[in-house]
């Protein structure tokens, strides 16, 4: 495993610093705003923000007079074929979105308050024997019993965890989970043996005896007596999320070494809360100057600590807008060993990778799951799910599998939100008077309308805001821009330790820290040598310049053609993905840049969506090729990177 010295002389300067006289973050996030001191806290409320939409105006969940969920998911939600990001994104946009939403949020269940979700009969997935009896089972979000009393105080939902972006998926919420978290030895974390997170033993490895005592984690159905823990219960969920807890667990200890050595009379309590709080601050760096950016949502620069700006997680963002990343979901996880090939245990399939710790334990751990995240590009925002999630979330139907269509669009009913216009109003923007103007998809639209009775206030808001078409240069919609926009800024300017605003680093060390990218940390921590600069985009380039240009010449439909090619860089074999209205032969040619054909193929391509796969021989050395699809009405260009 590489040691690369990035903050060496960063955690120099900070050798100069007392470290006694610095100020910490409290486990639980309480006490940031020295005059709020609840704000942002675990087991605090959400903000609701905008107006509530209980049908009783008090808790009783509103939608009743909506279709059924699973009757939405089915028409709306179903989906065929993989629809590539518009942004070619990769699969570390959704992954590492998932690792952020589990890092600021967590409404727990209230196993008092069942609301399952009732399945039409003869639904093919979950009903296939016309039983009519069949479920989807869901709890109501947990709430603060003291609230839903009256109109006056409605029923509020609870955030298990710290609102903030402060690395408690890390090292967790309440002092207890961390304490068990600490090696209490040179200020590091429990770590098992290669580098994984700690299991739930008595000394944290795998064949040392169960500990009663270890932090309680979410395990889903079949899984192994011994998992891992880390700062967040959902960490066991699937193997690219565990494999980025496991990448910030190794980023603490390797700074712990950097700061031993520098410094080595600090204790390891000076030597754990340092490295805490560098390694927070890479995961807000990466979060505004990487991630946001990558998704098209751009927040205003940053003014200082604004005491203020309540950072707390709205509602609407964690029962709605926050959801965005199921629709960006692949049905695979790819693995690729070093010269990017497939990896000898294969890709993984998701639905059956929930709850499976064990396939980053025992089969070759987080290498080949990165390499392949960096390689595959991401799903695009629409309102598409695959069928991991749509029908086999953790498990087969009617044996746990459940569809995460159909329990969001329930969760945002049970969490009182109003509806998908009256949503966008609330956050000042223009209410839609007919459904085509949400989205210029028709298909889509029509669906909307016969699946809502024509009726477009009552638009369910996930399912609206999915709906709609994605803004110019964003990978998002109008209203989830909106939404998180205003969360993102207000969990930075609300915050009082958000790095750039925190005294216990130094300006040297936060313009450091303002640079981190993704990729360093991967690389500092892995033995992933080769690497995209800014791993969300699939280009070694910006991903502007990923694509040469389309030219195209008569041929109407052909203009909507869409060319793309993944992984990319490609190692050896890689797939073209082509969308077209029309049926079209086509030639299909590659090139390298001084215009000699090295390989061409005749192909026909479908009206649709088409997937061809490739496989590149040893005469491609490493460098930058060209690839030319020329139709009959037509030709695209597009750049590949052979690795």
Not at 141 to 161: F, H
Not at 489 to 507: C, H, K, Q, V
Request: glycine share 8%; charged share 20%.
């Amino acid at each position: 495993m590489k040691i690369l010295s990035v903050f060496t002389f960063a955690i120099t300067i900070a050798a100069t610093i007392s470290l006694s006289a610095q100020v910490n973050r409290s486990f639980d996030g309480s006490n940031n705003n020295l005059n709020h001191v609840t704000w942002g806290s675990a087991n605090s409320h959400f903000n609701n923000f905008i107006s509530t939409g209980f049908a009783d105006k008090i808790s009783e969940p509103t939608g009743k007079n909506r279709p059924n969920p699973r009757i939405i998911s089915n028409k709306v939600f179903g989906q065929s074929s993989f629809i590539p990001s518009n942004r070619k994104l990769t699969d570390f946009g959704w992954s590492f979105g998932q690792f952020i939403d589990h890092d600021i949020s967590f409404n727990n269940d209230n196993h008092d308050e069942a609301i399952p979700i009732h399945i039409p009969a003869c639904d093919n997935a979950f009903d296939p024997l016309c039983k009519g009896e069949a479920i989807i089972p869901m709890k109501r979000s947990k709430s603060d019993p003291a609230t839903g009393t009256s109109i006056n105080n409605p029923r509020k939902n609870i955030n298990d965890i710290t609102h903030f972006i402060d690395g408690s998926g890390v090292y967790g919420s309440d002092a207890l989970t961390a304490d068990w978290l600490r090696s209490k030895v040179d200020g590091k974390l429990k770590m098992s043996e290669g580098g994984f997170l700690p299991f739930n033993t008595t000394d944290g490895e795998f064949t040392s005896p169960i500990d009663p005592n270890a932090p309680f984690m979410l395990i889903e159905g079949e899984a192994p007596v011994r998992h891992f823990i880390a700062g967040d219960v959902r960490a066991n969920e699937q193997p690219s999320l565990t494999s980025i807890h496991t990448l910030f667990l190794r980023e603490h200890n390797r700074i712990c070494d950097e700061l031993i050595t520098i410094h080595p009379e600090w204790n390891d309590e000076e030597l754990y809360h340092k490295a805490r709080k560098m390694v927070g601050a890479t995961i807000q760096s990466i979060v505004y100057n990487e991630w946001l950016p990558a998704l098209g949502v751009n927040v205003d620069p940053y003014t200082g600590y604004d005491a203020t700006v309540n950072p707390s997680i709205m509602n609407v963002f964690s029962a709605a807008a926050f959801r965005l990343g199921h629709t960006l979901v692949n049905d695979q996880i790819i693995r690729l060993d070093k010269n990017g090939d497939s990896y000898s245990y294969g890709s993984i399939h998701l639905k059956e990778a929930f709850f499976n710790p064990m396939i980053v334990y025992e089969e070759g751990g987080i290498d080949p799951i990165f390499r392949g995240m960096a390689s595959q590009m991401q799903q695009t925002f629409d309102t598409k799910v695959v069928d991991a999630l749509r029908n086999f979330l953790f498990g087969l139907p009617g044996y746990g599998g459940l569809d995460l269509v159909s329990i969001n669009i329930h969760r945002g009913r049970e969490r009182g939100l109003l509806d998908y216009n009256s949503i966008r109003a609330e956050f000042g923007l223009p209410k839609k008077t007919n459904f085509k103007q949400i989205s210029s998809n028709s298909k889509l639209t029509d669906a909307l309308n016969d699946v809502y009775n024509e009726d477009i206030n009552n638009i369910d808001p996930w399912v609206g805001m999915l709906s709609e078409d994605m803004m110019e240069g964003s990978a998002v919609g109008e209203l989830i821009t909106a939404i998180l926009k205003k969360q993102f800024t207000d969990l930075r300017d609300g915050d009082r330790y958000f790095f750039m605003n925190d005294a216990g680093l130094t300006e040297e060390e936060k313009q450091i820290l303002n640079r981190s990218k993704l990729s360093d940390v991967i690389m500092r921590n892995t033995d992933v040598d080769t690497m995209q600069e800014n791993v969300f985009f699939m280009s070694l380039e910006d991903s502007d310049n990923a694509t040469v240009g389309i030219e195209m010449t008569g041929f109407e439909n052909f203009k909507t053609l869409d060319i793309q090619a993944y992984p990319n860089p490609v190692a050896k074999f890689f797939t073209i993905s082509v969308a077209s209205l029309e049926y079209m032969n086509a030639q299909f040619i590659i090139s390298d840049l001084s215009g000699k054909v090295l390989m061409q193929e005749d192909l026909q391509i479908q009206s649709g969506n088409n997937e061809f796969n490739f496989q590149l021989d040893d005469s491609f050395i490493h460098g930058v090729y060209v690839i030319r699809l020329e139709g009959e009405n037509g030709r695209g260009n597009l750049k590949i990177i052979k690795r």
